[in-house]
């Protein structure tokens, strides 16, 4: 990839929609408010959008409602088609996509081109889903009588998503919620508003109808949400993001007993056995600690790794660290791109410092980069002490702890070790222990010899406070989707 210019730059942004979308209108924010959106590899402004009111989110769910009837009556054929002429769009447009979304968000273009491929691909899974909703007839047990029993879409449907990966979090929920006959209002993360608006534009060109998708960007997520999580017309909500908001979401959602989904942190253990193959377990452990800068709800949080290993294993991850390129994600050759704040920046020196307090061995990096922008030193931390703060919480940066273990159970129960319980790697060239080991983790996916687990085709969760709820795959669907039984009288 060659280095972006400024107007290229310029281009995409001004291709965008800053306003809201609602009725299949694009309108300004009720009393004119904006609100910026930063380039975190500068820290400048890029554009200002619409920052919306608790009026605007409002009108947002009133145009929800007022098609819901219509859209779940719409030919599940011709739902599909939609999501498939927009993933066909989305593929047009990647290169202009993955610039606009690295501006907003931080990431490498490529790594950006690889989100919204991910991201497309939940609206061409969901375009075939759309035409497999099924139900099922049955006879009753006692002979009497038939059961029958049918799928119907929930209905008017809440969504907010997190900066860290501003489109695929939206596709999706947007996918089957097209898919299953559900109306929507999207709220993206303020930080990353953009590539959330691009992609309604597209669904918009795409046929989706007027009504059925409104996004509402604003400054003010929790008086523009609260009242519509209370409005007794919104009948679900599906919230991807940390763990303290979504506990309080569902506190929220409780009063109004909305159907939940909730996609939340991680701290995924990543664990070598001495029978790994040692080059494949470094690949593995790169791609899950360093995509997307470490800001993932996937990403390796903490390594395990067998005690013979663990020397060769943490200097291998410090040379592969040396040679990433750190800089702004529209620059030529750069692997690793800014943090998307100062706070989270702020956030990960502290586990770092902590760490090495407790007696943590720094490899390569441990600290901020200097200049512009949120960047963060790609870091490898050896001898990590067990009570370092970094084992328990959420890095979101790309730091790398290494802590050895001595058997079986030791790594299992130290990757257990956490409240939360997303995704967990393990990599081991024995089939019985990496069976055995999958049964023992309490996650709700494992990469098994593999460093990346998402795809759109299979069931993404947690268990613990990692959240319920699945997204992708046949299971995706289901959140979009109420059963009805009818005791047919024979
Ligand atoms: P966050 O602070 O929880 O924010 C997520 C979204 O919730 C944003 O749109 C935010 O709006 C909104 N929000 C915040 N407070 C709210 C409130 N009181 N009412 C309604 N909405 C509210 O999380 P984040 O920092 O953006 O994202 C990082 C977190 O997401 C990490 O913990 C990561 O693990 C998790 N994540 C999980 C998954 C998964 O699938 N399990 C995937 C990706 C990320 P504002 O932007 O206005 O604050």
Not at 30 to 37: H, I, N, P, Y
Not at 399 to 424: Q, W
Not at 439 to 467: C, D, R, W
């Amino acid at each position: 990839m060659s280095t972006i210019t400024a107007s290229t730059e310029q281009q995409v942004v001004d291709a965008v929609e800053k306003r809201l979308y609602i009725g299949g209108e694009w309108r300004a924010a009720t009393g004119g408010r904006t609100l910026a959106v930063e380039d975190p590899s500068t820290g400048e402004t890029i554009c200002e959008v619409a920052d919306a009111t608790p009026e605007d989110a409002k009108a947002a769910l009133d145009a929800a409602v007022a098609v819901q009837a219509e859209w779940a009556a719409h030919p599940p054929r011709e739902r599909g088609e939609i999501l498939r002429r927009a993933f066909e769009t989305i593929q047009e447009r990647a290169d202009e996509l993955a610039v606009l979304m690295t501006l907003e968000m931080g990431k490498p273009v490529a790594e950006s081109k690889a989100e919204i491929s991910y991201a497309s691909e939940f609206f061409r899974w969901f375009a075939e889903e759309a035409v497999r909703i099924e139900g099922r007839y049955a006879v009753a047990p006692n002979g009497q009588g038939r059961l029958l029993v049918m799928k119907q879409p929930v209905g008017p449907s809440l969504m907010i998503t997190p900066w860290n990966f501003p489109m695929a979090m939206g596709t999706r929920k947007i996918g089957p919620a097209v898919a299953a006959g559900c109306t929507m209002v999207m709220k993206p993360a303020q930080q990353t508003p953009l590539s959330m608006l691009a992609l309604a534009q597209i669904l918009e060109e795409a046929g989706l109808p007027g009504g059925v998708l409104n996004v509402i960007t604003s400054s003010s997520s929790g008086s523009v949400m609260g009242p519509l999580i209370a409005d007794p017309r919104a009948r679900k909500l599906s919230f991807t993001g940390s763990t303290e908001v979504g506990r309080k979401l569902i506190e929220q959602s409780a009063q109004n007993i909305l159907r939940v989904s909730m996609e939340l942190g991680g701290n995924a253990p990543f664990l070598v056995f001495d029978d790994a193959d040692l080059d494949d377990a470094v690949d593995g452990a790169m791609i899950a600690k360093m995509r997307n800068i470490g800001e993932a709800c996937t990403a390796a949080n903490r390594f395990h790794v067998a005690a013979p290993l663990a020397e060769a294993f943490a200097e291998k991850m410090a040379d592969r660290m040396k040679q990433l390129r750190l800089g702004r994600g529209t620059d030529e050759g750069v692997q690793v791109g800014p943090l998307i704040d100062d706070n989270q920046r702020q956030k990960v020196q502290e586990l770092v410092e902590d760490a090495i307090r407790k007696g943590a061995k720094p490899l390569v990096g441990g600290q901020p980069a200097n200049g512009r922008g949120y960047f963060y030193e790609p870091t490898v931390l050896a001898s990590v002490p067990r009570d370092a703060k970094l084992l328990r919480e959420e890095i979101f940066g790309p730091v790398a702890p290494i802590v050895a273990f001595d058997s079986e159970d030791e790594a299992i129960a130290a990757a257990n070790d956490t409240e939360y319980g997303l995704v967990a790697y393990l990599y081991t060239g024995d089939l019985k222990r990496a069976l055995r080991v999958v049964e023992g983790l309490e996650t709700g996916m494992v990469g098994l010899n593999q460093g990346i687990v998402s795809n759109p085709a299979a069931p993404f969760g947690g268990v613990k406070q990692s959240g319920y709820g699945r997204e992708g795959g046949h299971e995706g669907i289901d959140e979009y989707l109420e059963t009805k039984y009818v005791a047919v009288n024979l």
